[in-house]
């Protein structure tokens, strides 16, 4: 049986080293991991709990390729640097200084079969596509045929919105990677049940004024609007918020956005600008308010407790080169929502029926979902299995590291359809070997 030799680089914890093997099993081969790098304490930890067999070397940087046992693939979830040649068709010194450099020395020296690499959906535009470009072109000129595409984990049956780029590559054949779209796995179908709630005056607020089944879906957070969104003053975690200040809130949320007050400041938009009392005036009068003072004072109750911001407007301004927004100090002070939602314990609950928003490692804490009739944190078997992990992965390191883990991993099943396309070349090649050999054995029978 043929035996599927790869190595893993910048390997996490292991999900595109597990989708490929899932995928060489799937095939009847049989794989090898003979070589794993990976310089994070808590990943290395996952890693050998759940691959006990391996050795898992350290900074892939310091390790000579001469080092590495030969292999067919190469698997890599690259971290994305700029590069400072990018597009300038330098070829080996276009990636130097950056880690996709090891990528392309161990492709050089080793010359594999193929490769498969996973990497942030951000890389199509790092740059303005230059990196891309020339990660490509290295690729290319390296002898492989490459193809790539941003792929979602939601269309492999992974109830996550989950968008990666994958990069593979093959000395041989030019690797399809369009894939039709697998029936969707409910969300509440992965999520354990039974599991504590929270106790915090955060929660119990939010509990007191809505009912559980009412919390599917919403976000917490005060950047937006709708009825998706529950904003601190309807919480009233800041203090007490009156029914005319809150009008004067949701209006003030919307009218921020309006393209047509950056025209009137001359300023470059932003998604959110403070406006004079002046400026509110003509969108926001409520009845029995007939005075500027009734209003100010409204708004500078607001500020006093935190809901609003009292600052001048921000405009776009270069220095050295660079472009960053900066107060306007000549121009008129207004009133601004403080955004955010890092500031609130939990800013988005999970509706069984619909898909998790991607998961990000700063963010997965407060990510909640309804147990019975309370609230808790997403556990991290769910945030493995909304990653396509199976049960009997081990993830035992704190929730911070393991929160980490999840937010920086691959959705399995994607790696899996990926490389199920990579490796069934190497499937065609034994069928067409052993029909081979058995074609001459006859031949050499029939001369005996």
């Given at each position: 049986?043929?035996?599927?030799?790869?190595?893993?680089?910048?390997?996490?914890?292991?999900?595109?080293?597990?989708?490929?093997?899932?995928?060489?099993?799937?095939?009847?081969?049989?794989?090898?991991?003979?070589?794993?790098?990976?310089?994070?304490?808590?990943?290395i930890e996952t890693y050998q709990a759940n691959f006990p067999q391996d050795q898992i070397h350290?900074?892939?940087?310091?390790i000579a390729s001469n080092e590495i046992p030969?292999?067919?693939?190469?698997?890599?979830?690259?971290?994305?640097?700029?590069?400072?040649?990018?597009?300038?068709?330098?070829?080996?010194?276009?990636t130097r200084g950056t880690l996709f450099f090891e990528i392309q020395r161990i492709l050089e020296d080793k010359k594999p079969m193929g490769f498969l690499l996973e990497n942030v959906e951000g890389l199509v535009s790092h740059d303005n596509g230059q990196t891309l470009?020339?990660?490509?072109?290295?690729?290319?000129?390296?002898?492989?045929?490459?193809?790539?595409?941003?792929?979602?984990?939601?269309?492999?049956?992974?109830?996550?919105?989950?968008?990666?780029i994958f990069i593979v590559g093959h000395r041989q054949h030019s690797i399809s990677l369009e894939f039709e779209k697998l029936p969707l796995q409910r969300?509440?179908?992965?999520?354990?049940?039974?599991?504590?709630?929270?106790?915090?005056?955060?929660?119990?607020k939010v509990l007191s004024l809505y009912q559980p089944e009412q919390l599917y879906g919403k976000s917490i957070k005060d950047k937006r609007g709708g009825t998706d969104n529950i904003h601190s003053w309807d919480l009233e975690i800041k203090g007490e918020v009156s029914t005319d200040q809150k009008r004067l809130l949701e209006a003030l949320l919307r009218e921020r956005r309006k393209r047509h007050w950056a025209v009137k400041k001359g300023i470059h938009w932003m998604d959110g600008m403070p406006?004079?009392?002046?400026?509110?005036?003509?969108?926001?009068?409520?009845?029995?308010?007939?005075?500027?003072?009734?209003?100010?004072?409204?708004?500078?109750?607001?500020?006093?407790?935190?809901?609003?911001?009292?600052?001048?407007?921000?405009?776009?301004?270069?220095?050295?080169?660079?472009?960053?927004?900066?107060?306007?100090?000549d121009l008129e002070k207004g009133y601004n929502i403080v955004v955010g939602k890092l500031s609130f314990e939990i800013n988005k609950i999970l509706d069984p029926k619909g898909i998790c928003p991607t998961l990000v490692a700063?963010?997965?804490?407060?990510?909640?979902?309804?147990?019975?009739?309370?609230?808790?944190?997403?556990?991290?078997?769910?945030?493995?299995?909304?990653?396509?992990?199976?049960?009997?992965?081990?993830?035992?390191?704190?929730?911070?590291?393991?929160?980490?883990?999840?937010?920086?991993?691959?959705?399995?099943?994607?790696?899996?359809?990926?490389?199920?396309?990579?490796?069934?070349?190497?499937?065609?090649?034994?069928?067409a070997t052993q029909r081979y050999q058995h074609s001459f054995e006859s031949v050499v029978q029939g001369f005996d």
């Open positions: 049986m043929q035996n599927v030799r790869f190595i893993d680089l910048f390997a996490g914890m292991g999900g595109i080293r597990l989708g490929f093997e899932q995928a060489v099993n799937a095939l009847g081969l049989v794989s090898t991991c003979v070589f794993t790098s990976e310089i994070k304490t808590h990943a350290g900074d892939i940087t310091q030969e292999f067919d693939f190469l698997l890599a979830g690259f971290p994305c640097q700029p590069f400072s040649s990018a597009g300038q068709r330098l070829g080996f010194l276009d470009k020339t990660i490509l072109g290295v690729l290319e000129k390296l002898g492989y045929e490459v193809t790539w595409k941003v792929l979602n984990a939601v269309d492999f049956g992974v109830p996550q919105e989950r968008k990666r969300l509440g179908d992965l999520l354990e049940s039974n599991l504590k709630t929270m106790t915090t005056p955060f929660a119990k406006l004079t009392l002046e400026e509110i005036k003509t969108f926001f009068y409520p009845e029995g308010l007939f005075e500027d003072f009734d209003v100010r004072a409204l708004l500078d109750d607001l500020v006093q407790k935190g809901y609003l911001e009292f600052e001048h407007p921000k405009d776009l301004v270069k220095s050295n080169g660079v472009e960053k927004r900066q107060p306007r100090v700063t963010d997965m804490s407060r990510i909640a979902v309804i147990d019975g009739k309370g609230l808790r944190r997403l556990s991290t078997r769910e945030g493995l299995r909304l990653n396509g992990f199976p049960d009997n992965y081990q993830l035992n390191t704190s929730d911070t590291d393991s929160y980490d883990l999840l937010g920086n991993s691959v959705a399995v099943p994607v790696v899996q359809a990926i490389a199920m396309r990579l490796i069934s070349e190497i499937q065609v090649q034994v069928f």
